[in-house]
């Protein structure tokens, strides 16, 4: 299967309005970005890659400043936009649209609800359905620099022009495995979770550590957390450049009371101890930093030794499900799933949806014993 390598360059608002006429009488969208994220905290948009029945475009958004046709050919209810592991392609529409695509279809989801492994990287799968090999030394590319060189192109088109195909595909297997609604549904979750984000009180639940804590340090992790999100925000950094990881864990459990004691902490950096420390010393002052109590929200216990039984138990059954209808096991339930299984049903996606019939009266008996 060989295709022209040809695309259009995209460069002014006149040229992307006319495109996306022409585009909206179509079924089927591909699409992907390519996007700069090292020294920021929002992703700097550098190219959108749209194929648009066979004829590929390279979309340049350092050029253009009106994309109010492109954000109403997104939301088109009624076209399909096909895109590969998408959701930091949503911080990017985001950032340009302050919206985000309708009817979405993953193909890498599609993919895993067919059997053929969970979270299968595009050129992974090219070559499995499609037995194209492509290259993959752009992807740490200066997408920024214009002009954008042979190599870039090449590779940005190519990350569009094998998704028709893969959706042609992974959609005729989806109907033959009557799975057509799960990828429905797996693909609106991804766009819900764009649309809702993580707040920034919640942002400590993406340390694994936080679960070691003690209440006492877990509720100040949580408040510095948030703290550094909105700092990060506010000044458009990454959240590293601020406080690492690690330095806050350590920053926790020490409790510093000055800039002195703060500037012993693990890893940090003194810069950010001269620009931050005043107000990060104050945010661990301040009430915001009370006790958390209790479990973590889909962590388990770990002194509890029935409760890890239970873990064991409800992941085997998992696994044995998931075999037997040819699914990776992560994508019918991973162990934070099962947890939050057990401490707040109703909120876990094993007993909502298409997962429901498959598992959750089989967990529900194991709870039960």
């Not at 002009?147 to 090449?154: F, M, V």
């Not at 707040?199 to 949580?222: F, I, K, V």
């Not at 509890?304 to 992941?315: A, F, G, N, T, W």
Request: hydrophobic share 40%.
């Amino acid at each position: 299967m060989r295709l022209s390598n040809g695309f259009e360059y995209i460069d002014s608002n006149a040229a992307l309005a006319a495109l996306c006429e022409r585009a909206a009488t179509l079924p089927m969208l591909a699409l992907d970005t390519e996007f700069v994220r090292e020294d920021t905290y929002f992703p700097k948009p550098a190219l959108l890659q749209l194929n648009a029945g066979g004829d590929i475009y390279l979309i340049d958004p350092l050029k253009i400043d009106q994309f109010a046709a492109f954000q109403a050919l997104l939301a088109d209810p009624g076209i399909a936009k096909v895109m590969h592991s998408c959701s930091e392609d949503m911080e990017v529409f985001n950032k340009l649209m302050g919206d985000y695509p309708a009817n979405l279809f993953d193909t890498q989801i599609a993919a895993a609800l067919c059997g053929h492994g969970f979270s299968l990287g595009y050129q992974k799968l090219v070559a499995q359905l499609l037995d194209e090999h492509l290259e993959k030394t752009e992807t740490r590319s200066k997408w920024l620099q214009r002009p954008l060189t042979d190599r870039q192109c090449h590779y940005a088109v190519d990350d569009v022009r094998w998704l028709p195909h893969l959706y042609d595909i992974l959609q005729q297997q989806l109907h033959e495995l009557s799975r057509k609604e799960w990828c429905s549904e797996e693909c609106d979750r991804v766009l819900a979770q764009a649309r809702q984000g993580i707040a920034d009180e919640d942002q400590y639940l993406r340390l694994r550590a936080a679960s070691r804590l003690s209440p006492e340090a877990r509720g100040r992790l949580r408040a510095l957390c948030a703290w550094r999100e909105k700092l990060a925000r506010e000044h458009n950094v990454p959240k590293g450049r601020i406080v690492s990881d690690a330095t806050l864990l350590d920053i926790v459990e020490r409790i510093p009371t000055s800039l002195r004691e703060l500037g012993s902490a693990a890893k940090i950096r003194q810069s950010s101890v001269r620009r931050f420390g005043d107000s990060l010393l104050a945010c661990l002052a301040s009430t915001d930093c009370q006790p958390l109590p209790g479990e973590l929200p889909g962590v388990a216990e770990r002194g509890d030794k029935s409760r890890r039984e239970l873990v064991r138990k409800m992941q085997a059954q998992t696994r044995d499900v998931a075999e037997a209808i040819g699914l990776p096991v992560e994508i019918l339930g991973k162990k934070r799933d099962l947890e939050q299984f057990i401490e707040a049903r109703e909120q876990s996606p094993i007993a909502n949806g298409w997962r429901a019939p498959l598992l959750a009266d089989k967990l529900d008996a194991l709870c039960k014993c």
